[in-house]
Every structure is written in C-alpha cells, then in structure tokens.
C-alpha cells in the first residue's frame, strides 16, 4: 500500500512560484513512476508531469515545459513540482500519483495505482 501526501499549494500572483512535494510511504516509492496531475473546475484532470521510477526520464504537457521541474528525492520518498512563472490558467486542484508497474505511458492517468488527496494552486492575475 503506497499513501501519497501532498503540500505547498497556495495562492501567488501571475508570474510568481511555487513548489508542491508529495511525501510517499511505502517501500515501494524507488521503483514507482510518479506523476503530477491537475484539475480546473468544470474540466477534466490533465496530465502535467511525470517522472520514472530510475529518475532519469521526465514528461511534461506541452504548456508547462520551460516552468515546471519534476524531481524526486529517493531518499526522503518525496517528489517534488517546481512551478516558475505562473499563470491564471495554471490554476487548478494539483494531484500526485504513482504507478508501481513504471508504464511507459506516463501521461495517462489510468496507469497510476495511487492518488493523493490533492493541493490547491491558485494563481491570480
């Protein structure tokens, strides 16, 4: 059983930042895909980025490449998003997940075993 705790969203004004963590229990964390995921009211949830379980390989929607920075710390279980530069449209419900079988579609949400309760992210204008 793999429980996933996120933190750090807030409110901030366009172009400020912020970084989310989400601490993982399990055993099981280093050999764990771990993606990040969002959802705005009245939308569906989107993938936002992901990282594989070696660390090595990161993913990111399209939109956010450029200003968001995926990273993991094995060691503290706990993987991290850096989000510069953001803006209204950046807000959202922020969810962590992870994917104990490491798929190579990462940007699919039905591949993650594990979601977190998630972290608002507001970004004003």
């Known amino acids: 059983q793999v429980q996933l705790v996120e933190s750090g969203g807030g409110l901030v004004q366009a172009g400020g930042s912020l970084r989310l963590s989400c601490a993982a229990s399990?055993?099981?964390?280093?050999?764990?895909?771990m993606g990040w995921f969002r959802q705005a009211p009245g939308k569906e949830r989107e993938f936002v980025a992901a990282i594989k379980g070696s660390g090595l390989n990161t993913y990111y929607k399209e939109s956010v490449k450029g200003r968001f920075t995926i990273s993991r710390d094995s060691a503290k279980n706990t993987v991290y998003l850096q989000m510069n530069s953001l803006k209204p449209e950046d807000t959202a419900v922020y969810y962590c997940a992870a994917d104990r079988q490491m798929s190579n579609r990462p940007y699919l949400a039905s591949e993650y075993d594990y979601w977190g309760q998630g972290t608002q992210v507001t970004v004003s204008s």
């Open positions: 399990g055993r099981t964390f280093s050999y764990s895909n």
